[in-house]
């Protein structure tokens, strides 16, 4: 067994000279929660062919960075947040799906509480939209909005993710309110309590909420360990554990 | 509110020329079942580089085709495979990864049932490699190997993704022989049988394994409606369903 056909890396970089001009490009796709509503942030696109649609807070890869910080700097640059964990999602790569040539772009969602993470520069044209009945996006970012959503809504039904988006203590109603949300359907309130009970992530709290115009439900606080590794980080907060 | 700081996408292209010299890839990781041992189709490596080091079944992806088009290419040029369903795990994009200059890897994986798809141009250094104890591959290889190992493992769990590689009619003992290769670890018989039957796969055949050189076993066989969806490929095997 003879190494047949070996060649350099030089040569390969000579000999495909034409495969060498694509540009790379990171998009986040910022999930929020508010008024019972699922928020995503969008900016302007600075792009005539675009002018005046909404885009995802995306930038281009650059030469000495990797890709997996450049969405930390984008939304660093672009929002002030910091601290906020990025999920790679997927990537798209449809030969004209860009105007300035070939760009190839990994998506990344992430999914914040408002309230902690008010971006400082709003002036900047970056503003919450609801997701319900955004259509109209800038390059193929409704496709990456709809693929990152899809991802969100499959990971919250096996995995603790969203609870940072609640209270420390939250009511059956407030959490299912908030699934309804992600999901964008109602659903069956019995079948829902069973379901999220079955997964053993809750505590019940032996309390009441107070001050509500609606009969007071139950609070409930998601177990200290999963809080932990879900929501304060101490894991990366969406690494499945396999084994257990 | 003004449409400020808005410019074209050739003054874009024009502005950034050092950032449109990447090279894209795509490599693919083909999973395979023998012998108890979860196996991973390998190639010599081409570069002088990395002489004598195996690789993924991987190539760029050329000027004219889709990201998405391309693992597919690779897999027919270099195995004869078709009608693999190839799932996109993660992009791999740190600087200095590829010696022939900025190559930013797409990986691909897919679980395949070796008896029925043996490759068939195996005399082009294209090898089954059992996956444990693999170690040395060229580039960053080892570290996309075990990410989508891990994406592999985390899903077995959660969706019946892995029944084609087992008979239609199968034991619990053969099931458990096939988790185990896969997630690496020994799992509690009764312990597996359990979670496994929770999970509401599985139909009891009502039938027992015959010459067997161990006492037989109950046969069961996957739910008809699952074994459409997750092994004929009536849906793209991967796609969770959210709401039920």
Not at 175 to 200: H, S, V, W
Request: with cysteine.
């Amino acid at each position: 067994m003879t190494a047949l056909h070996l060649k350099t890396a030089e040569f390969e970089k000579a000999t495909h000279s034409d495969f060498f001009n694509i540009a790379v490009s990171v998009d986040c796709v910022i999930f929020g929660y508010e008024d019972k509503k699922l928020k995503v942030l969008l900016i302007k696109s600075d792009l005539e062919e675009f002018d005046g649609l909404w885009s995802l807070l995306g930038d281009l890869v650059r030469p000495n960075e990797d890709l997996e910080e450049a969405p930390y700097r984008v939304l660093l640059d672009r929002t002030g947040l910091k601290d906020v964990f990025l999920q790679q999602v997927q990537t798209f790569g449809s030969i004209n799906r860009h105007p300035s040539g070939r760009v190839v772009t990994t998506a990344y969602y992430s999914l914040i509480n408002i309230i902690n993470h008010q971006p400082k520069s709003l002036e900047n044209e970056v503003h919450w939209h609801s997701v319900k009945g955004l259509e109209n996006l800038a390059f193929d970012h409704k496709l990456i909005l709809d693929t990152c959503l899809k991802r969100l809504q499959e990971q919250i039904m096996e995995h603790p993710i969203v609870f940072n988006l609640l209270g420390e203590k939250f009511s059956l109603r407030q959490l299912q309110d908030l699934y309804e949300a992600i999901l964008g359907i109602d659903l069956d309130r019995r079948n829902f309590r069973k379901r999220i009970t079955l997964k053993g992530w809750l505590v019940d709290l032996n309390e009441m909420e107070e001050d509500v115009p609606h009969r007071p439900g139950k609070l409930y606080k998601l177990r200290n360990q999963l809080r932990k590794e879900f929501c304060l980080g101490e894991k990366k907060h969406l690494e499945a554990v396999v084994s257990n």
